[in-house]
């Protein structure tokens, strides 16, 4: 399957990913993890895509789509993959059209996750996330690691993300009510949208998930 995954900023479309791709036995890829990966290895993809990221506007489309397709194009990709936070536009949404046209291959779902604002604030408020690899999430409350600050899977420190500061989380809110939320719309003409509450617990939420995927194809 070919998915998209779409919410606000802390609605848990990485939580959700990590079970979903499973699951399916499809990759996750998400644009903001490779992002940070790229900028813990320091690397010059890297080294442009903080500061935005920090100040909670988006990164270049020329920047991000390339990296995106990139990804895309890694074998573990060929069969299905679940998208997470890319596309974040509708210039974004038409460069993955095309692309997937170009291997003749379409989107199955766009996986839109609901949650009111202001348990968003209270799921990014309590994040933490593995410094060894940025797909490993954890809350201070909800789903806390076996020992504290330390990665389940991995072993490694968590921390909180540089852009979960209360200002840069608002900036982040907008940024995704204006520019994030017309894919919706686009994807909608498509036929392509499946909404679902992500309130809950993690495991709920993926059984919804489950089940509105597969009533979708
Ligand atoms: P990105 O990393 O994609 O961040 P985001 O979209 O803001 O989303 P988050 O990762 O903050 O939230 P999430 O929905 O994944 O929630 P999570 O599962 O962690 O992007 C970061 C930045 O990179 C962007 O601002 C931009 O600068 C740049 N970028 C990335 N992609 C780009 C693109 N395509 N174009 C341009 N720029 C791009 O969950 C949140 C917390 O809630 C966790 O602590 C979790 O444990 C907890 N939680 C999850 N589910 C539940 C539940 N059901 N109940 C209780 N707690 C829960
Ligand atoms: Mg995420």
């Given at each position: 399957m070919r998915i998209v995954l779409v919410g606000p900023p802390g609605a848990g479309k990485g939580t959700q990913?990590?079970?979903?791709?499973?699951?399916?036995s499809i990759p996750h890829i998400s644009t903001g993890d490779l992002f940070r990966a790229n900028i813990?290895?320091?690397t010059e993809l890297g080294k442009q895509a903080k500061a935005y990221m920090d100040a909670g506007n988006l990164v270049p489309d020329e920047v991000t789509i390339?990296?995106?397709k990139d990804r895309m194009a890694k074998p573990d990709a060929e069969n299905g993959f679940l998208l997470d936070g890319f596309p974040r536009n509708v210039s974004q949404a038409e460069a993955l059209d095309v692309a997937l046209k170009a291997d003749d291959v379409k989107l199955d779902a766009v996986l839109d996750l609901e949650v009111p604002e202001d348990e968003v604030v209270k799921r990014i408020a309590g994040r933490r996330i593995c410094?060894?690899?940025?797909?490993h999430v954890f809350h201070v409350t909800y789903s806390q690691p076996?020992?504290?600050?330390?990665c389940d899977v991995c072993g490694g420190e968590l921390y909180q993300r540089e852009d979960?500061?209360?200002?840069t989380v608002r900036k982040r809110l907008e940024v995704y009510h204006t520019q994030t939320e017309p894919i919706i719309d686009y994807y909608r003409t498509q036929g392509l949208v499946v909404t679902i509450s992500a309130l809950g617990k993690v495991d709920e939420v993926t059984a919804r998930a489950m089940e509105a995927?597969?009533?979708d194809k």
């Amino acid at each position: 399957m070919r998915i998209v995954l779409v919410g606000p900023p802390g609605a848990g479309k990485g939580t959700q990913a990590a079970f979903l791709a499973k699951n399916l036995s499809i990759p996750h890829i998400s644009t903001g993890d490779l992002f940070r990966a790229n900028i813990s290895q320091g690397t010059e993809l890297g080294k442009q895509a903080k500061a935005y990221m920090d100040a909670g506007n988006l990164v270049p489309d020329e920047v991000t789509i390339g990296m995106a397709k990139d990804r895309m194009a890694k074998p573990d990709a060929e069969n299905g993959f679940l998208l997470d936070g890319f596309p974040r536009n509708v210039s974004q949404a038409e460069a993955l059209d095309v692309a997937l046209k170009a291997d003749d291959v379409k989107l199955d779902a766009v996986l839109d996750l609901e949650v009111p604002e202001d348990e968003v604030v209270k799921r990014i408020a309590g994040r933490r996330i593995c410094r060894k690899d940025s797909s490993h999430v954890f809350h201070v409350t909800y789903s806390q690691p076996k020992q504290e600050g330390v990665c389940d899977v991995c072993g490694g420190e968590l921390y909180q993300r540089e852009d979960d500061s209360e200002d840069t989380v608002r900036k982040r809110l907008e940024v995704y009510h204006t520019q994030t939320e017309p894919i919706i719309d686009y994807y909608r003409t498509q036929g392509l949208v499946v909404t679902i509450s992500a309130l809950g617990k993690v495991d709920e939420v993926t059984a919804r998930a489950m089940e509105a995927l597969k009533g979708d194809k």
